[in-house]
Structures are given as structure tokens and as C-alpha cells.
């Protein structure tokens, strides 16, 4: 229940926050689920016995505070030896459980019985996939033995999140409280935003010449443009074999040439917004719909050119052998919505592509005059300017009715995201 109120903005004050966050830890590392009941009963006991002259409910609270004695002294004295090593991935997706090993080791002579593992410290939008805080348990553990467990967890929200700590305990004598110890050990995670098939995309882009071509971006045999030699590589055409080269090295090589030709798109993510916070759902759903943009354009061998600005001007450039989805994804997943106008920083950097770009795609969460005043400025630069308004209701302005072309225009109902986004 608490740390759903940790995410709600009933609680704006900095130090309330700090101070259930904090009773948080104490109540997950020192009680167990049975015990935090146990608690809870024995606070309402001691109320009912405070009256000792007119009531024997005191006794009852006796017992309580009994057990809870028992069970503080053993947990002081409850040690274990024993260390923990996280081996997690560096990436993983919003909603999809991401499963990783934890090793255990067992430093002492004496076996262990019933050693729970978890995380500790969990940063919002981080839950694990376990309920009730019973997350992986090892049953036995013999003397300086180590072994694997696995655990899950998953996140409700893109970004980049630190996880500080795991813990591995052990239940006390009675069940009510645990002992335990933390493992810092901060390793960094990168949460990918969802994305979607898309099956088409109304976008007549043509192939655009690259003068010199693109740096890295070369294929074999698209073109007369010989630049060099390399070797052999499953797949390759045989009449692009160098023969000579062959005879000479005494190991297969082909020739290896550069396209100046290709299909480059302009991705643009509008990350401004009035209310960041309020409207963060649509937000989402704009990054989102960007992400499966671009694993589209990758899948058609677009060149990408990504951008989004907000405090800081994020460029990415992907496709066609300069980097795959998952450095676009990166980015998005570092993208916020922000009260400034990304416009202005995005201009000069896109503005040097113009004539490069078979097409420019606009992804915001409403469609206003600082729109068409982009448009405006783009108009007539750009062969193909296609705007996609990813949102809850109508927006404010049509977009249809602004650019040349309308049928390409797309408003998207940020709720029915995947089915929309089939045909855009």
C-alpha cells in the first residue's frame, strides 16, 4: 500500500516521502509477512491493555511482546556466511520479465538451510515478478558449496534504473522477524520501450543520393563504386570473388563496393509537453510509436536519422550497417517530456541532412502552431513531411489540414496503440 502512495502526487514533500520510503526498508529487511501481521496486532493489543486495573488484556500482550523478544535476540545472533553475485543483462523491456542468475556461495563449514534471495532497494517502477516477498529460495546449502538461482523482475516504465543491493536471508526462530545481509553491488539497467509491428507505412520515400555515400554504410555489389577488398563471408555473391586477390592471399576475398543511393528518413521526437507529468500516457505511447517507426525503417533498410531534444539534443544515426534498433531504442529509453521547445535546438543539425533526406516523420502528442510552424519551415526542403499525433482524444489543431499531402497524416488513440499502428 505504501509504495503505491510513493507514486502518487498526494505526497509532494521530500522528507514524507523519505520517511516511508525508509520505514519501507526497515519493514521488508527485519519482518516477514506473517510477522508484520503479528506487529499489527500486538500495537492493538497494547492499546486495549493499557487500562491494567480493568481489563487482563495485558496478558495477551505479554505473549505478543514475548514473542517478539524471542525473536529480536535471535535474529542478533542469527549469522550466516555467505555471498552473492548478480549476473544481469544490460538491456531489457518495458513489461517483459526480465529473468537473470544470482550465484550463492556458501563461506562457512556448516550447511544452510532455507536461504532466501531478493533484491533490495528497488527503485519505482521496478517490482518483482514474485509476490508477497518470497522471491527465490535455496532449500540446502552444503558447506563451502555455490549454485544459481535465478530471479525476475519487472519494469513498469522505460528508462535507466540502478540496482543497489541484493540481500539473502533467512527466517529466525518463530517465523516473525528475519536476518539477513545486503550485497551492494549497483549495476545499471536499460529499459527499452515497447514497440509494434507495423505492416506499412503510407510513405512514398524514393532513394536519395549520398554524395561520397554514408560512412560505414556499404554493401556488396549495389553499385560501380569499388572500394576495396575484404574477405569471404557466407552468403556473399560468387561473381563479387576477387580471383587474383584469392591467388595472392591464398584465402577467399570480394570485392566490395558503395552504394550512394539509399533511402534516409529524418525520425523527429517532439518531447515537449505543458503538462510533463499529467499527460505522461500519451508521452509514453509517442515513444512507443517512434520506437516501432524505426524498427520498421530498419527492417526496410532505411538509413535513420533520430532526433528528440529537450534539455539535451539526442542525435542518432542507425540503419543499413551504421547501428542497429537496439541504439535507437537506447535513446528512447533516456528520452523525458520537457517544458522546453525542441524545435530550435533539432533545426541546425537537421537543417544540414535536408537535402539527403527521402522523407521527414514528425512524432508528437498534439498537433499545434509550433507545428505548422515547423512545417512551414521545412516546406518545400524535405520531399516528404508525414506527421503522426499519438494521443487521447482529438488534438488541438489537424494536421491533415496542414500538410501538402493529408492522407499520410496519422492521429493515433494512444489507448489502441498496437492496433493503429498496423497501417500508419
Not at 8 to 36: C, N, Q
Not at 146 to 173: D, I, K, M, W
Not at 199 to 207: H, Y
Request: glycine residues 6%; aromatic residues 10%.
Amino acid at each position: 500500500m505504501l509504495d503505491r502512495l510513493l507514486n502518487l502526487p498526494l505526497l509532494p514533500w521530500a522528507f514524507t516521502r523519505w520517511v516511508i520510503s525508509k520505514y519501507m526498508l526497515i519493514r521488508d529487511r527485519h519482518f516477514s509477512w506473517e510477522g508484520r501481521y503479528v506487529l499489527l496486532a500486538g500495537l492493538f493489543v497494547a492499546l486495549m491493555a493499557l487500562d491494567v486495573q480493568g481489563t487482563r488484556v495485558y496478558v495477551i500482550w505479554s505473549i505478543f511482546f514475548g514473542a517478539f523478544f524471542v525473536s529480536l535476540h535471535a535474529k542478533i545472533f542469527y549469522r550466516f556466511p555467505v555471498t552473492l553475485t548478480r549476473h544481469i543483462p544490460r538491456v531489457a523491456s518495458v513489461e517483459s520479465p526480465l529473468t537473470y542468475r544470482v550465484g550463492v556461495k556458501n563461506l562457512s563449514t556448516k550447511p544452510l538451510y532455507e536461504l532466501h534471495i531478493r533484491e533490495e532497494g528497488l527503485p519505482r517502477f521496478v517490482r518483482h515478478v514474485h509476490e508477497r516477498g518470497v522471491v527465490t529460495m535455496v532449500d540446502a546449502l552444503g558447506p563451502e558449496e555455490q549454485t544459481t538461482v535465478r530471479l525476475s523482475l519487472n519494469f513498469q516504465r522505460r528508462g535507466v534504473y540502478e540496482l543497489p543491493a541484493l540481500r539473502a536471508e533467512r527466517f529466525c526462530p518463530l517465523g516473525i522477524m528475519r536476518s539477513g545481509k545486503a550485497f551492494p553491488g549497483n549495476n545499471q539497467v536499460i529499459v527499452f520501450p515497447t514497440w509494434y509491428p507495423i505492416e506499412r507505412v503510407r510513405l512514398s520515400a524514393a532513394n536519395v543520393h549520398q554524395p561520397g555515400g554514408v560512412p560505414l554504410a556499404s554493401t556488396v555489389g549495389e553499385s560501380m563504386e569499388f572500394i576495396g577488398l575484404r574477405e569471404y563471408r557466407s552468403g556473399d555473391q560468387i561473381k563479387h570473388i576477387s580471383w587474383k586477390a584469392w591467388a595472392r592471399l591464398g584465402k577467399p576475398a570480394v570485392r566490395e563496393f558503395q552504394s550512394e543511393y539509399f533511402k534516409r528518413v529524418a525520425l523527429v521526437m517532439d518531447t515537449h509537453s505543458d503538462n510533463p507529468e499529467g499527460r505522461r500516457d500519451e508521452f509514453e505511447a509517442a515513444v512507443s510509436a517512434c520506437a516501432s517507426l524505426a524498427h520498421h525503417f530498419e527492417e526496410h533498410e532505411y538509413i535513420i536519422d533520430l532526433f528528440a531534444a529537450g534539455k539535451e539534443l539526442y542525435y542518432m544515426q542507425a540503419g543499413r550497417g551504421l547501428g542497429g534498433l537496439d541504439s535507437i531504442l537506447e535513446v528512447l529509453a533516456l528520452v523525458e517530456p520537457s517544458r522546453h521547445e525542441p524545435f530550435p535546438k533539432i533545426d541546425t543539425p537537421l537543417r544540414d541532412l535536408l537535402s539527403r533526406l527521402s522523407a521527414l516523420v514528425l512524432v508528437t502528442t498534439d498537433w499545434q502552431k509550433r507545428h505548422e510552424d515547423f512545417y512551414q519551415s521545412l516546406e518545400g526542403h524535405v520531399p516528404q513531411f508525414k506527421p503522426v499525433v499519438v494521443r487521447q482524444g482529438k488534438p488541438t489543431k489537424d494536421p491533415a489540414a496542414t500538410v501538402d499531402n493529408p492522407e499520410i497524416a496519422a492521429v493515433i488513440d494512444a489507448k489502441k496503440l498496437s492496433e493503429e499502428l498496423i497501417v500508419l
